[in-house]
């Protein structure tokens, strides 16, 4: 037996359904403080440095998760030539 079932439902209708938090004007505040950095840095512009604030807590996670992930691919390659 299978079952469909569909719902029409727009982004934000979506989002407080699943009672996500509405971060619009969060984002709204970054793309401005963004933007103003560009514009006030054009020269010396650098992504990376203009984000460094925002993905600190992210790095680190980040780079447990690829630690993780290339410790098991490793540990399955070594497993096949074991045999």
Same mark, same amino acid.
């Given at each position: 037996?299978?079952?469909? =079932?569909? =719902?029409?439902? $727009? @982004?934000?209708?979506?989002?407080? $359904?699943?009672?996500? @938090? +509405?971060? *619009?004007?969060? /984002? ?7 933007? /103003? /950095? #560009? %514009? &006030?840095?054009? +020269?010396?512009? +650098?992504? %990376?440095? %203009?984000?460094? @604030?925002? %993905? &600190? *807590?992210?790095?680190? *996670?980040?780079?447990? #998760? ?8 490793? *540990?399955? $390659?070594?497993?096949? &030539? +074991?045999?």
């Amino acid at each position: 037996m299978k079952i469909s =079932v569909d =719902v029409d439902l $727009t @982004p934000e209708e979506f989002r407080r $359904t699943l009672g996500l @938090p +509405d971060v *619009s004007e969060i /984002q709204k505040e970054l793309v401005e403080q963004f933007r /103003q /950095q #560009m %514009l &006030n840095g054009a +020269d010396g512009y +650098d992504a %990376l440095s %203009l984000m460094q @604030p925002y %993905l &600190n *807590s992210g790095l680190n *996670s980040m780079e447990a #998760m690829q630690k993780a992930f290339f410790g098991m691919m490793t *540990s399955n $390659t070594s497993d096949k &030539n +074991d045999k």
